[in-house]
């Protein structure tokens, strides 16, 4: 099963798809070509493992020219809901961004139920379904400011969505990027460094997740060339369907 959220009227509101349509509660059906697709939860905590693939690690410390390490541990960071945007939403480069301005397509696992102290063996058990996201990057901030704080989370540079997949397994799934319809990235979730379960399990011990939490899990290779105003950048996987935003910058 595939759902999210669609606004209709003005208003958010749940859908299903079936075949071609979204479906609400009620009965009301629309179709998916033109529908305006809202992120498909609005999360109460917003969790990103960062550097979670080996090859995207390496690639970064040259081509940026940083030097980190593959983790030890399983470590989680925060994002920011401002950020968030559906897919269909333009990506808006703020004015004074120098950039370059780079995709990251990740999978997104969004909590079903509270989750606390909870064994590896069990951890999948409380994941309600699984979407997209691009972690849009402002690089030049990135190196420059003292935290994340915008090189991560201005406005509309976390596009989730389109919809929310069920009974998928998380580490056999292949995410690919796409720029104008040219694939620049293709990478499998079995090369994550710590899985899926392990990250639910070790943050369980320490905090409490929540239903509609969601945990954005890192991406492998290169994320170049560098975003373009104009381009169309779409992430893509054959169960959840297609993350697709235009790129504009602000005026």
Known sequence: MRHGRIEVGGRPVGVILENTELVTNGGAR???????????????????????????????????????????????????NNALAGSGA???????STGPL?????????????????????????????TLGND?????????DRTL????????FKPMGPLIATSLDPMSQKIEVRINGRTVS???????????AHYISRMSAYLTLYPDDVIWFGCD??????????DL???????????????????
Do not use: C
Not at 136 to 144: D, G, I, N, T, Y
Not at 149 to 156: H, I, L, M
């Open 90 to 96: 333009d990506i808006v480069i703020p004015k004074d």
């Open 30 to 80: 629309y179709p998916v070509a033109g529908a305006k697709f809202l992120p498909p939860v609005i999360p109460g905590n917003f969790y990103a493992a960062g550097l979670n693939f080996r090859a995207h690690i390496e690639w970064t410390n040259k081509h940026h020219g940083t030097s980190y390490k593959v983790p030890a541990q399983a470590d989680i960071g925060y994002r920011s």
């Open 233 to 251: 950048v779409e992430v893509i996987n054959e169960a959840i369907g297609t993350l697709a935003n235009r790129v504009v910058r602000e005026t």
């Open 136 to 144: 849009v990057s402002e690089r030049a901030w990135q190196r420059s």
């Open 186 to 196: 293709s990478y499998s979730t079995s090369g994550m460094i710590f899985s899926v």
């Open 221 to 230: 290779g290169a994320t170049v060339p560098a975003l373009q105003p104009g």
């Open 102 to 130: 780079e995709f990251e397509g990740e999978l997104v696992a969004v909590i079903g139920r509270k989750t606390r102290n909870v064994p590896e063996s069990k951890a999948l058990d409380y994941i309600a379904g699984y």
């Open 149 to 156: 704080w915008r090189a991560k989370n201005s406005d509309t």
